[in-house]
Antibody, heavy 121, light 109 residues
Framework: EVHLVESGGGLVQPGGSLRLSCAAS????????MSWVRQAPGKGLEWVAN????????SYVESVKGRFTISRDNAKNSLYLHMNSLRAEDTAVYYC??????????????WGQGTLVTVSS | SSELTQDPAVSVALGQTVRITCQGD??????TTWYQQKPGQAPVLVIY???NRPSGIPDRFSVSRSGNTASLTITGAQAEDEADYYC????????????FGTGTKVTVL
């Protein structure tokens, strides 16, 4: 059974940094693209970043480009999101999701339970 | 980047049919995926591709598309279908970015 478990969220001051982790199990992690998706309190879903199977391709939503870095360690079956220069508007629940290719696009077929990041002084 | 627009809320009587629409230019070129999210829970994939449902998703969920509009139809809505629904698609061929719709709250009366 596929499991994705996020960790690393918490309270951080504006301008601070945080690293989120996502531990994957139940599938061959190195075979899949992975993504981070966030949801601000009471708001909708927002795609944040993708990474390909070997970590050689990354893509980001414009609002986090240059501040966030997605990475992975296939030996540890883990996905990461390094977040720098955090802003109040980055406050959200951050989900990791598996992102297989299908029909010319990607679906997010499994999701973790999410980890809350709060940026506030 | 593209935007995907959904109606904020719709309601449906128990056992009746409801359609949720998603509009955006990128939908002319790419299939839409649909997610269901209940309060306090992570989203769940309900439909992808032409009309594919993951294991465990009932066949009362179906999709259609026309031009820049994709639709998710729930035929014979059940109480457990009350949730927020989000569409999602690729942004454009120029970049591997993805965009979610604004979300639709479905209330089953």
């Amino acid at each position: 059974e596929v499991h994705l478990v996020e960790s690393g969220g918490g309270l951080v001051q504006p301008g601070g940094s945080l690293r989120l982790s996502c531990a994957a199990s139940g599938f061959t992690f190195s075979d899949y693209w992975m993504s981070w998706v966030r949801q601000a309190p009471g708001k909708g879903l927002e795609w944040v970043a993708n990474i390909n199977q070997d970590g050689s391709e990354e893509s980001y939503v414009e609002s986090v480009k240059g501040r966030f870095t997605i990475s992975r360690d296939n030996a540890k079956n883990s996905l990461y999101l390094h977040m720098n220069s955090l802003r109040a508007e980055d406050t959200a629940v951050y989900y990791c999701a598996r992102a297989p290719y299908s029909y010319g696009t990607r679906s997010f077929d499994y999701w973790g339970q999410g980890t809350l990041v709060t940026v506030s002084s | 980047s593209s935007e995907l627009t959904q109606d904020p809320a719709v309601s449906v009587a128990l056992g009746q049919t409801v359609r949720i629409t998603c509009q955006g230019d990128s939908l002319r070129n790419y299939y839409t995926t649909w997610y269901q999210q209940k309060p306090g829970q992570a989203p769940v994939l309900v439909i992808y591709g032409k009309n594919n449902r993951p294991s465990g998703i009932p066949d009362r969920f179906s999709v259609s598309r026309s031009g820049n509009t994709a639709s998710l139809t729930i035929t014979g809505a059940q109480a457990e279908d009350e949730a927020d629904y989000y569409c999602n698609s690729r942004d454009s061929s120029d970049n591997p970015h993805f965009v979610f719709g604004t979300g639709t709250k479905v209330t089953v009366l």
